[in-house]
């Protein structure tokens, strides 16, 4: 397969002013007839004309209505065109029924959509699918169904078709159509501009149609948030949400119609639980941010992905921020960050939040691209301060509106509005792998010295590192806590530097990358006592909950290696959080839950041992069981006031009382043979309390009853069902994990066509971090035989799911060899996909 290299970059030959499609609607045979009107670009280097196409049936083609014969490719054709401005014009076949990559047009249960990001429209029409084509799209469906929705607004209907405009020139990777028998929870929402904007999510007509108004809600305040924080309003008449049950992603932000994974946008009371709520709230902000961060400026290519999806990520998490709480959130980015993030920088597949080439650019919607790409937003806020970004925001939003711009863009717009130097911040765009800061300290004579040294790791293809701009948030406790120097930033930006604080009355203790500052490793050692000194002191929230984090971890590690007893310190410490009234219940049960793992197998790496994921699984179990022992007496009281009285609603307060009172019940269930669970479960009117009850009786190798009265009342609900295929794998022991899931896989319910149920189930698999590494190999081989199924029907999914094998290096040579005997099954199976064998390839390095 072809690499595609940023160097390599040139303009288009021919620029799009205007298209017009005409979709006739049929399941193995719908018609698309395009007329393009293009011209030639007068930056372009070349004059050759070529549009992508693969997978269309080409009928007939005209330029400037006389009928032409391209030379067709399975990737595109070519033809010879005139100097000067022309209209081309094609009919094409496709089949959607038969597209079980869901990318393209494609069918789910009977209704038509689409997914173009980020090459999908090529397999509609022939065009030049990439982004920095822009052109105004107008669009006819003509098919039997009642619902017929594409882009912009609409201009006319009638019986079996409709038409749309979309004023705003765009990519075709923010194309979408979408044809079914659907029905509409509606609202409105007026503009700070004035504009009435008619609001719809469209979901099928039954079992669904009650879960639409938390999504609404959430649409709403996203649309509010982006005037009064971002100065940003909607720009068209309507805008349309579609769920879709088979969907590879959350959600796609086509413009003025989003299509959502109906996993992303469906909630109820009953059926979806706290986490889902606030994903789902997050993820309809995310699509929403869209508008303006990757719609309104777009990527000028896909290698700019991060220019689009860092800053939308790094707006969502604002948004989710001022909804629901900042320390729990940013407590929340910090651990998936860490999890996903870190592990991927550290292993066979790390790449820069700038990749300089790729294969198959499906491989790099990564937790790289997304969350670090978030994560360099955020430190460029900390180092130009809240205004420089207000400024430089209002100036991007000025400078590039219509444009498909770059990084260099975006970062000249900092350096105009604040007059900054970000030549060396730029770095953060283009190397790969995780900083590492290590913390020395000495204190004399009133001068306290900070000495931070930064080492970044090589990674595959850079094997060299030069020094970055880490901006470190630092803040001065003394001995009775009490802090003495608030938060300031100090800028790294020396492999080794020195910072010193003068006239203090006696060595204070630091509190260091408060807020999470930026996306390090930091290496600070620390004594059990001063750990415990800063989860009881530390007046930055976050560091609060890193010191008990690291706490958790030290007594991990110890027990594992050395099979020691847990320190006295770590107990006390989260007997005093537990029993603080003061302390919000959501940061309480973030205190209370213990690194996962994966977390403990990485910390062992990063101390230079094997990890045995066995021996690291009975560690976390028989620590489980002291800290419910140690905090028996006070477990029922605190359960019982985290009751939450009256009709189940999912705001912050009330989802931080159940987040708190379900970690207790995992414990007590842990002494008290699952009593209190099963009442519980017997009790709940909600998902959140139902699945917390039927979870922690699984674990405790209780609850088949309740898991059969569980798959009885909600055996109806895709949604629901998911759960139930997922948590039994969660909370299958090492040993039998791999049956379980086999098992699973023969339900009449499991299909992999849904890659909500093959994630459901092959997600939970890897979650399961025994389980997965039980050293017979079986759950290895499990997932390597349905990959190799599933990679014939959905290249894209395989090629995500595939990187649970991505740490394999990390292992003994016995799972070592199982794994890599698993991924060279996988990369031999014939007619393997490319975005599969990218993945295989670059795990197996
Ligand atoms: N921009 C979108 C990314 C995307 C996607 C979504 C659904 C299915 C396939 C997809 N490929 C790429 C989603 C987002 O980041 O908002
Ligand atoms: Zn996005």
């Not at 997914?115 to 429209?121: L, R, V």
């Not at 990674?459 to 806590?481: F, R, S």
């Amino acid at each position: 397969p072809q690499t595609i290299y940023l160097k390599d970059y040139t303009p288009p030959a021919y620029l799009v002013d205007s298209v017009h499609l005409t979709f006739k609607l049929a399941p193995t045979t719908t018609r698309v007839i395009a007329r393009i009107a293009f011209r030639p670009n007068p930056q372009a280097q070349s004059r050759e004309f070529f549009l992508h196409g693969e997978q269309l049936r080409l009928i007939s083609a005209a330029i400037d209505g006389q009928p032409v014969t391209p030379d067709v490719t399975p990737t595109g054709l070519t033809c010879a065109v005139p100097n000067t401005p022309f209209i081309f014009e094609s009919e094409v076949e496709i089949s959607p029924q038969t597209n079980t990559a869901l990318e393209g047009l494609y069918m789910s249960n009977g209704m038509y959509c689409t997914q173009c990001e980020a090459e999908g429209f090529r397999k509609i029409t022939y065009y030049p699918d990439r982004p920095d084509v822009m052109a105004v799209f107008t669009v006819r469906i003509e098919g039997d169904l009642p619902v017929l929705l594409s882009n912009g607004n609409p201009v006319a209907k009638g019986e079996g078709w409709a038409e749309w405009h979309d004023p705003w020139p765009k990519p075709a990777y923010l194309f979408a159509l979408v044809g079914g028998n659907l029905v509409n929870h509606a609202d409105s929402f007026t503009t700070m501009e004035g504009r009435d904007v008619a609001l719809n999510i469209w979901v099928r007509p039954g079992d669904d149609e009650h879960k639409c108004a938390f999504g609404m809600g959430a649409l709403k305040a996203s649309m509010k948030w982006d005037e009064d924080v971002y100065g940003r309003a909607y720009d068209l008449d309507i805008f349309n949400i579609v769920a879709v049950d088979d969907f590879n992603m959350g959600a796609m932000e086509n413009k003025g119609l989003n299509i959502f994974n109906s996993s992303a946008v469906l909630a109820s009371a009953e059926t979806a639980t706290d986490a889902n709520f606030e994903r789902i709230e997050a993820i309809i902000a995310h699509e929403y941010f869209h508008n303006w961060t990757g719609n309104r400026i777009t990527c000028r290519d896909w290698f700019q992905l991060c220019l689009k999806e860092g800053l939308t990520v790094f707006r969502d998490q604002q948004f989710t921020g001022d909804m629901r709480g900042h320390a729990a959130k940013r407590i929340d980015d910090a651990v998936v960050l860490r999890a996903h993030q870190f592990r991927e920088d550290g292993g066979p597949l790390a790449h820069p939040v700038r990749p300089a080439s790729f294969v198959e650019i499906n491989n790099f919607y990564t937790v790289t691209v997304y969350e670090k790409g978030a994560e360099i937003i955020g430190m460029l806020k900390r180092l130009v301060g809240d205004d420089g970004y207000k400024k430089a925001l209002d100036l991007y939003f000025d400078r590039h509106d219509g444009d498909a711009a770059t990084i260099e863009d975006w970062l000249r717009v900092f350096e105009d509005a604040t007059g900054r130097d970000l030549t060396q911040f730029a770095l953060w765009y283009a190397q790969a792998g995780t900083p590492r800061v290590t913390v020395t300290d000495a204190f004399d004579n009133g001068n306290y010295q900070l000495t931070l040294t930064q080492m970044t790791p090589p990674t595959p293809g850079q094997p060299e590192k030069a020094a970055m701009h880490i901006p470190v948030a630092v803040g001065l406790l003394d001995n009775a806590g009490k802090e003495i120097v608030p938060t300031r930033i100090l800028e790294l930006t020396e492999p080794v530097q020195t910072f010193t604080f003068e006239g203090l009355a006696g060595k204070p203790v630091a509190s260091i990358l408060r807020g999470f500052s930026a996306p390090v490793i930091l290496d600070h050692t620390q004594t059990n006592a001063q750990r415990a000194f800063l989860l009881a002191h530390d007046t930055d929230p976050f560091n609060r909950w890193d010191a008990g984090r690291a706490l958790a971890q030290d007594v991990l590690h110890d027990m594992v290696r050395d099979d020691k007893v847990p320190d006295a310190a770590f107990f006390d410490g989260l007997a005093a959080v537990l029993r603080d009234d003061r302390l919000d219940p959501a940061f309480r049960a973030l205190v209370l839950g213990l690194p996962s793992q994966d977390d403990t197998a990485q910390a062992l790496v990063d101390a230079g041992q094997t990890p045995d994921p066995t021996a690291i699984f009975q560690a976390h179990e028989a620590l489980g069981l002291q800290i419910a022992q140690h905090l028996q007496d006070t477990l029922p009281r605190i359960y019982a006031q985290m009751a939450v009285t009256g009709p189940y609603t999912p705001d912050a307060k009330s989802a931080g009382k159940r987040a708190l009172g379900n970690r207790v019940l995992a414990l007590m269930s842990k002494i008290d043979g699952g009593r209190q669970a099963a009442a519980q479960y017997a009790e709940a009117d909600n998902m959140t309390q139902q699945l917390a009850a039927l979870g922690a009786l699984l674990n405790i190798g209780k609850g088949l009853d309740e898991l059969t009265a569980f798959e009885t009342q909600w055996q109806h609900d895709r949604l629901v069902m998911d759960k139930w295929f997922g948590l039994q794998v969660t909370c299958a022991g090492p040993e039998n994990t791999a049956n379980v899931a086999a098992r699973l896989t023969a339900h009449p319910a499991f299909t992999m066509k849904n890659p909500n149920r093959f994630r459901a189930v092959f997600g939970a698999l890897k979650a399961n971090a025994a389980g997965f590494h039980d050293p017979s190999g079986a759950s290895y081989d499990l997932l390597a035989d349905w990959l190799i199924k599933l990679d014939a029907l959905n290249p894209q999914t395989t090629a995500r799911m595939v990187t649970s094998f991505d740490t394999w290096k990390r292992y003994d040579t016995n799972r070592q060899d199982k794994m890599r005997a698993a991924l060279g099954r996988i990369a031999g199976t014939p007619s393997l996909s490319r975005d599969t064998t990218e993945m295989v390839t670059r795990i197996l390095g």
